[in-house]
């Protein structure tokens, strides 16, 4: 059984950091993509950052550029995404998810999903 399992949300006033990591378990994803997205209540889902297997391609969302990096560790199957500078508008619930090809800012693209951490930014 294929498992992604997200961890590290939380409450953060604005201005703070959260560092939220993603477990995968049942296999290993050698050759794929690894991505964060989020949904806001009332907002469609979207994609925030995405890492290849190497972690020699690197994309993210506009507007957490500068702000968030993500990390994978191989390994250890994990993949990370550290958050600074974090603003109100960063609230949502933050999903990982696993794809070995396709528009990588699509969620279409992605077969393997966790369940979601909370990331609640006050202002």
């Known amino acids: 059984q294929v498992q992604l399992v997200e961890s590290g949300g939380g409450v953060v006033q604005a201005g703070g950091s959260l560092r939220l990591s993603c477990a995968a378990s049942?296999?290993?994803?050698?050759?794929?993509?690894m991505a964060w997205f989020r949904q806001a209540p009332g907002k469609e889902r979207e994609f925030v950052a995405a890492i290849a297997w190497s972690g020699g391609s690197i994309f993210y969302k506009n507007s957490v550029k500068g702000r968030f990096t993500i990390s994978r560790d191989n390994a250890k199957n994990t993949v990370s995404l550290q958050m600074n500078s974090l603003k109100p508008e960063d609230t949502a619930v933050y999903y990982c998810?696993?794809?070995?090809?396709?528009?990588?800012?699509?969620?279409?693209?992605?077969?393997?999903w966790g369940q979601g951490t909370q990331v609640t930014v006050s202002s």
């Open positions: 998810a696993a794809t070995r090809s396709g528009a990588l800012d699509r969620t279409s693209a992605y077969d393997v």
């Open positions: 049942g296999r290993t994803f050698t050759n794929y993509w």
